[in-house]
């Protein structure tokens, strides 16, 4: 016997009820304006009548209703970044967004066709292609209480640091070889801990480097623990770097294809 839809998305979504979830909705307008799309279940067991996905690894856009107001809200996603969210009341819409995300918009052109989309610099930055610089700005500018600035500005003033993609990790800093998730694993991270030292360690598997009294003693510490192959970020997943780095060997080519399928917030 099918399931019933929950009650909420009867009352504030007739229509995805009518369909029976917001997946066989959202493949009836497809089907109905033309689009060559297919909607597919998330990941999420709990949302099958309430969440949709379209697309793939490279490009995809997830659609979840909300449960006290009428909203499709929607994450428009391009190899590992999330690029864009918004949200609108109508599902012709969201159809009509994902259609031209999914066609290879930029993210200009789809704010400007559908004015709901929102999006900040650092996706504008992944679009031409070079996000590094622009995420240690905005390291380097935020008020957040778990940043450590003097870590942070220690850590840029480094050349052979400042070219690598930084990241936060439960106040971790690290540094990826990749500007995409997911991200290399082969650099050490530097912990703030409580006593206002510093703790330098391995990712993955962890294991601890060293202590440092100073983030400019850490910052060295990791240097002087770089691999010999490290060079700028680049564009790319660890996934795609290892597919096309054959500089390293097999093993580590695997380990990157066994990195965890969800990471930190950018």
Not at 187 to 208: A, C, E, H, K, M
Not at 215 to 221: F, N, Q, Y
């Amino acid at each position: 016997m099918p399931r019933q839809p929950r009650q909420h998305l009867v009352r504030l979504y007739p229509e995805i009820a009518q369909a029976g979830s917001l997946r066989a909705a959202m493949q009836a307008e497809f089907d109905n304006v033309g689009y060559s799309l297919t909607a597919s279940l998330t990941s999420s067991p709990g949302w099958w009548d309430c969440a949709t996905r379209v697309g793939d690894d490279r490009r995809h856009v997830t659609t979840v209703l909300t449960s006290e107001v009428r909203w499709f809200t929607m994450e428009f996603w391009e190899r590992g970044v999330m690029m864009a969210h918004g949200k609108t009341a109508e599902l012709a819409a969201s159809a009509a967004a994902i259609n031209l995300w999914q066609t290879g918009s930029r993210l200009r052109e789809l704010r400007a066709a559908f004015p709901f989309v929102r999006f900040g610099e650092l996706a504008e930055a992944y679009e031409q292609g070079d996000p590094v610089e622009t995420h240690w700005k905005s390291y380097r500018r935020t008020q957040v209480p778990y940043i450590d600035h003097d870590l942070i500005e220690a850590a840029y003033a480094q050349p052979r640091l400042r070219v690598l993609f930084p990241y936060t990790s439960h106040e971790t800093l690290h540094l990826s070889r990749c500007t995409r998730f997911p991200y290399t694993h082969d650099i050490p991270g530097i912990t703030p801990l409580r006593d206002g030292t510093y703790q330098v360690s391995w990712p993955r598997p962890r294991s601890i480097i060293g202590h440092a009294d100073t983030p400019s003693e850490a910052v060295r510490l990791v240097v002087d623990h770089l691999p010999d192959d490290c060079r700028a970020a680049v564009d790319a997943t660890a996934v795609e770097l290892a597919d096309a780095d054959f500089t390293r060997g097999p093993d580590d080519r695997a380990a990157a294809r066994r990195s965890d399928e969800t990471g930190p917030a950018l």
